[in-house]
Each structure stands twice: as structure tokens, then as C-alpha cells.
């Protein structure tokens, strides 16, 4: 069973920036693939970014040029650095952990950009 604690979300001006991190603990094996997720009101869940472990990456087309994600697998923490942000990236942030078949979310950290 894999634990997922996040931080870093808060309350930010459009154009600025804010960092979130994501650890993992009780996985007994290296988990294959770490992202972050997002959800705005009234919408669904939707990709923003994930990370293999071996350092493969994919972003939603949303926020690619502009949010960078890494891992740091003798942590089990993955990062997720927001930039430009955009009024339109308010959402709860949820990290997301696949291992050995089975996929683990975090608690949620809400982001909010203010126009």
C-alpha cells in the first residue's frame, strides 16, 4: 500500500509561481510512474503531468512550456513546479502513484490563481 502526502498548494497572483511536492512512502518497490492531476470545479479530472522512473515525462498540452515535473526516487517525492500561472490552472492538485498494477491518489492540495 503506497501513501501519498502533498504540499506546496496555496493562493497566487496570475504570472506567478508555486511548487508542489509529493511523497511517497510504504512502497517496498520502486513506483513506476509519479504525476499530478488536477480538477477545477465542475469539470473532470484531468492529466497535467507524469513522470517514469526512469525520467520519461508528458504534460498536458495545457501547461507544457510552463509547469516542469521531477522525481526523486531515493526520496519517493515528486515535484511539480508551476510557472505563468493562469487563472484557469485554479483547481485541486491530486499526486497520483502507479505501482505494480495498482494506482494510489493523494488527499488533494488546492491551487488558486487570482486574476
Known amino acids: 500500500q503506497v501513501q501519498l502526502v502533498e504540499s506546496g498548494g496555496g493562493l497566487v497572483q496570475a504570472g506567478g509561481s508555486l511548487r508542489l511536492s509529493c511523497a511517497a512512502s510504504?512502497?517496498?518497490?520502486?513506483?513506476?510512474?509519479m504525476g499530478w492531476y488536477r480538477q477545477a470545479p465542475g469539470k473532470q479530472r484531468e492529466l497535467v503531468a507524469v513522470?517514469?522512473?526512469?525520467?520519461?515525462?508528458n504534460y498536458a498540452d495545457s501547461v507544457r512550456g510552463r509547469f516542469t515535473i521531477s522525481r526523486d526516487n531515493a526520496k519517493s517525492t515528486v515535484y511539480l513546479q508551476m510557472r505563468s500561472l493562469k487563472p484557469e490552472d485554479t483547481a485541486i492538485y491530486y499526486c497520483y502513484a502507479y505501482q505494480i498494477g495498482a494506482g494510489y491518489w493523494g488527499q488533494g492540495t488546492q491551487v488558486t490563481v487570482s486574476s
Open positions: 513522470v517514469t522512473s526512469g525520467d520519461n515525462t
Open positions: 510504504g512502497s517496498g518497490f520502486s513506483i513506476n510512474i
